[in-house]
């Protein structure tokens, strides 16, 4: 089209201007996709791991609430002719002390939905491993955290754009009034408009969608790297085709409507008019009747949502943040007034300009305070959604009894032999055990065989205490169970192993497994069951006793060693001067002491946690992008007033400060604004959290006051530093330039 | 034989505002403007002179009355007819020039005609071959801002002019000229337009440039006070009020 050429020249022209809307399209894009492409990967693996590494078997123990009933022969009869079971078996005494019942699956049976099912028929049961049903609610509670993350980010995105392209088209009334004076049509004029919209959301949009799936992959690597509720989730970063298409939607439609319907209501306006009108004053009638009203009635909705404490406080919290853009043009001239005698005292000279700028512009201002509000209002909610949690966790772990106990460990190298000999030699040594390691083969798959001294037994705490915690899982195995099975290791060929090595090989407790051994293929009887997820071993894994180990595999490790000690003060110490004397760069050891422990513990909760924070920043980033938008719009649109200005006598630093100063106030009432939005949020869904009792967090507030501090300063600054390049720009220019410009 | 008519004007009010704020800008004004006629429109500022104009070119509404150029009832034309009359029979000159800051000064000549849908290197091309017959054509590839207000003022004479419009709207066309350089642009925008028997209105407030007009029409608050057809120049030169 003939007009393409215009379109272009225009973007070229305006290069500052088409940079900062592409920008704002592509962190648009960006964070609407990944937030909406993770949790969808979480999800996928979540399920995969719950149900191990084939979920076709499951098997039901009696459950642990009171209203349990010993499961019974009648039960697999039951639970036989439900759909997507293809066999049910009973099995009395099949454990030293429970009755179980196994369930097949039929391939592909939807899992959860079939245990749903059985407990209907059945009753209340406790399931071997990981209850796939648990760990699906679990998921379902960071699901909807990051589909809170990723509604939040569509609108955020949607706001952005539009308001950006909003923006360029009103500005551009004046030119649109000139192109219809010689004689175009609206038609052209839409389409002049279109193409140029169209041509920046197009490459923005594909950028956003390259750099949202970066994001992706980076935010879903930290997760796979730790042990995130402790189910190690692994999986590969997808294509996320809905998210794909909801960025693409709004990345298109959002940019071109925002271009469109400015450019027709322009192209409606009498040429004369749209020539005449200012840009800026024009569309702040906007703040109608019934604007208020319905920012009023959607503020009152997302409250009674939010205070209500019910699941659907998300949705609460989202509803908020639209009132906040639907009010903040209102909001907005009050708030400022209510600011101005303390801006007036520190800013004397300055506050009555930038004032009469910001308020001559307030709608310009107003989407300013809106995205600052909302990226603000994230970080607050974030904050009191994390915090509690942290919090309470660390309570827990430092609540744990003091320990006696000290694991040091050398995985890869194994443990020099003068370590032993020095631990050995230590009076404050009560007893230690040697922990061996080696490959062995079942069913043509790789197994991790590690010993287990049966001499110390339960004397050896911490190791108990890996047992008690799997065994929690593995809901049968109390630590006097687990003290007799360790007892009865030695008794032969006996072997504990984990689930997946079950599921690989079918072997249930009692039944015999092969293992191939450096000394030949060797039967192991089942003594028991413990779950998989051991950060250090692997999937598969077989214990055996210690004087079987050695006797059947000749090639192994010795990878560890539990120490016990006469008294709890002694452990931080000891290992520090095992660290010291033997730990290398090269062949580093781990000590794994009380100390250690709890900070492990502490240290994997604030990593699990940091990822809402990341997913905050992502939204709050774009909001500060908002922010440079229009400060730098506001400075090339008052480039003729700046040059009077300047023409009148303010020097080159006032007119800098000028600008500062603009962000500082509007950096103010977002924080203002988005602290009282963000801590109703963060209540709401700490609420409603508590109410489904997904994580152990009380209703409340949860923003830590130093929380506040950091974020006010943090956003001050930040706002002080983004306007600096507008600032620069404006104390640049040259005053007869500035005259000249349009 | 009698000229064709090209502008009739009847009844034509326009009042901005409403209630109490309303005011009349032009008060039922009718006149009647003939192929080849040139017309200078005089008035005190805020007389309406710059709103009868815009009203003639089809870029305002009025509030009552009606327009009609070369037979064509503007009141009754839909958009797409009324901005095809604007890029092919009307030229506007403004009296702020109104260019497009973005283009060049021959891209802002060349653009009715590339709205028309006139090939873009054609266009270009009609555009240098005005812009050098206003004296641009050392300026033809800066844009607006790099031109002095005369210059800018010249850019749009030649974007009125390139599409050899039937009626030339000229709002105070010398306006940001000294009397030396408006001469010139007048004489030249009277030597193209008679040699194509153009229609020419023109505002000013400048006695030498009304001079060239054979009809003068002098306006005050809103409402025609005379209209004087002349046989001469020196005719011209005694009714042009003094002052
Ligand atoms: N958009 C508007 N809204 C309100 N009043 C207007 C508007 N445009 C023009 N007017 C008023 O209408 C009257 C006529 O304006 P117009 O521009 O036609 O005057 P003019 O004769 O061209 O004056 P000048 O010689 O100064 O250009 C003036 O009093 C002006 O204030
Ligand atoms: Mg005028």
Redesign the interface.
């Known amino acids: 089209m003939n007009l393409i050429f215009l379109a272009w020249r225009y973007l070229m022209l305006r290069r500052t201007r088409a940079a900062l809307t592409l920008l704002a399209i592509v962190f648009g894009v960006a964070t609407l996709y990944a937030a909406n492409a993770m949790p969808g990967a979480v999800q996928a693996a979540a399920e995969r791991t719950a149900l191990g590494a084939d979920g076709t078997t499951i098997r039901l123990f009696q459950g642990t609430t009171g209203r349990s009933e010993p499961l019974r022969a009648d039960m697999a009869a039951a639970a036989t002719g439900l759909s997507g079971i293809e066999a049910a078996i009973f099995e009395p005494g099949a454990t030293p002390y429970d009755d179980v019942l196994t369930l097949r699956l039929t391939s592909g049976a939807p899992v959860v939905e079939v245990l749903e099912r059985v407990e209907a028929a059945i009753g209340d049961f406790s399931v071997q491993g990981i209850d796939p049903r648990r760990a699906l609610l679990q998921n379902q509670v960071l699901q909807a955290l990051f589909n809170f993350f990723g509604a939040v980010s569509l609108f955020m995105g949607a706001f952005l754009i539009s308001v950006t392209f909003r923006t360029a088209a009103l500005e551009r009334r004046r030119d649109l009034g000139i192109l219809r004076a010689i004689g175009a049509e609206q038609g052209q004029v839409v389409r002049l408009f279109t193409v140029e919209a169209l041509l920046l959301s197009g490459v923005g949009t594909a950028g956003g969608l390259a750099l949202g799936q970066g994001f992706a992959v980076a935010m879903l690597n930290l997760i796979w790297s730790m042990s995130f509720h402790m189910y190690p989730l692994t999986g590969g970063v997808p294509l996320h085709p809905p998210a794909l298409i909801a960025a693409l939607a709004v990345g298109l439609l959002v940019g071109v409507a925002a271009g469109y319907f400015p450019a027709r209501a322009a192209g409606k306006t009498a040429p004369l008019d749209a020539i005449r009108q200012d840009a800026n004053d024009a569309p702040f009638h906007d703040v109608t009747a019934l604007r208020l009203a319905l920012g009023g009635i959607v503020t009152l909705i997302s409250l009674a949502i939010l205070l209500s404490g019910s699941a659907w406080s998300g949705v609460g919290g989202l509803l908020l943040f639209v009132s906040a853009a639907l009010l903040s043009p209102a909001l907005l001239p009050p708030m400022a007034r209510g600011l101005r005698p303390f801006f007036a005292r520190l800013f004397p000279r300055l506050t009555d300009l930038v004032y009469a700028g910001m308020l001559r512009h307030p709608w310009r201002a107003a989407t300013t305070l809106t995205t600052l509000t909302i990226g603000f209002a994230l970080c607050v909610a974030v904050m009191g959604l994390v915090s509690p949690v942290i919090i309470s966790t660390t309570q827990r772990v430092n609540a744990l009894d003091p320990e006696r106990d000290l694991a040091v460990y050398a995985w890869e190298h194994g443990l020099p032999a003068a370590l032993v000999e020095y631990v050995r030699n230590r009076s404050e040594v009560d007893a230690s055990s040697l922990l061996y390691r080696a490959l062995g083969t079942a069913s043509g798959q790789p197994v991790q065989v590690v010993s287990i001294d049966t001499r110390y037994g339960t004397r050896l705490q911490s190791f108990n205490r890996l047992l008690e915690t799997t065994a929690a899982d593995a809901a049968y195995l109390d630590a006097d169970a687990a003290a007799q099975i360790i007892d009865g290791l030695a008794d032969g060929r006996r072997a504990i192993i984990s689930l997946a090595l079950s599921l690989l090989t079918g072997a249930g407790v009692g039944d015999a497994i092969a293992l191939d051994t450096p000394t030949g293929t060797q039967s192991y009887v089942v003594a028991a069951l413990i779950s998989d997820f051991y950060p250090e071993t692997g999937d598969r894994l077989a214990y055996l006793s210690e004087p079987v180990f050695l006797a059947d595999f000749s090639d192994a490790t010795l990878y560890g060693m539990h120490i016990s000690l006469s008294a709890p003060v002694y452990a931080e110490g000891i290992g520090s001067q095992i660290a010291a004397q033997f730990s290398t760069p090269e062949q580093p050891i781990t000590i794994s002491d009380e100390v250690a422990l709890r900070e492990r513990m502490i240290g994997d909760t604030q990593r699990g946690m940091s990822i809402l924070y990341v997913l905050a920043l992502m939204v709050a980033i774009p909001s500060l992008l908002g922010l440079l938008n229009t400060l730098a719009i506001a400075v090339l649109e008052r480039t003729r007033e700046i040059g009077v200005l300047r023409a009148v006598g303010a020097d080159r630093a006032q007119t800098r400060r000028m600008v500062i100063v603009e962000a500082l106030l509007l950096g103010t009432m977002g924080l203002i604004l988005g602290g009282l939005v963000g801590v109703t949020v963060s209540y709401g869904i700490n609420a409603s959290l508590a109410a489904l009792q997904a994580v152990d967090a009380a209703p409340g507030i949860g923003v830590p006051l130093s929380g506040f501090v950091i974020l006010a300063v943090g956003g001050l600054a930040l706002s002080a530093l983004v306007s600096l390049l507008p600032a620069r720009r404006a104390a640049r220019l040259e005053v007869v330039a500035a005259l000249r410009c349009e | 034989m009698q000229a064709k008519e090209i502008v009739r004007v009847e009844g034509l009010t326009r009042t901005y505002g409403s209630g109490e704020t309303a005011f009349t800008a032009l008060n039922q004004v009718s006149l009647s403007v003939s192929q080849g006629e040139m017309v200078a429109v005089m008035g005190p500022s805020g007389s309406g002179k710059s709103t009868l104009l815009?009203l003639i070119?089809g870029?305002?509404?009025p509030t009552a009355g009606s327009v009609q150029i070369d037979g064509a009832l503007l009141n009754d034309l839909n958009?797409?007819a009324l901005?095809?009359?604007?890029?092919?029979r009307i030229g506007?000159i403004?009296q702020t020039y109104?260019?497009?800051?973005?283009?060049t000064a021959r891209?802002n000549v060349a653009?009715?005609l590339?709205?028309?849908?006139i090939r873009?290197s054609t266009a270009l091309d009609r555009a240098g071959e005005v812009l050098a017959a206003v004296g641009l054509q050392d300026r033809a590839d800066y844009r607006?801002?790099a031109l002095s207000g005369g210059q800018q003022q010249r850019v749009g004479i030649a974007?009125a002019l390139v599409i050899q419009p039937a009626l030339i709207l000229a709002d105070e066309p010398t306006g940001a000229l000294d009397s030396e350089t408006g001469q010139d642009i007048i004489r030249l925008i009277r030597q193209l337009a008679t040699r194509q028997r153009q229609t020419i209105m023109l505002v000013t407030h400048d006695a030498r440039v009304a001079a060239h007009a054979a009809r003068i029409i002098n306006l005050k608050d809103g409402s025609i006070v005379d209209d004087n057809r002349l046989k001469s120049r020196q005719e011209a030169y005694d009714a042009v009020p003094v002052g």
């Open positions: 815009h070119g870029l305002d509404r958009d797409k901005s095809a009359l604007r890029r092919r506007f403004f109104n260019l497009l800051p973005a283009l891209e653009m009715p590339i709205l028309d849908g873009r607006p801002t974007r």
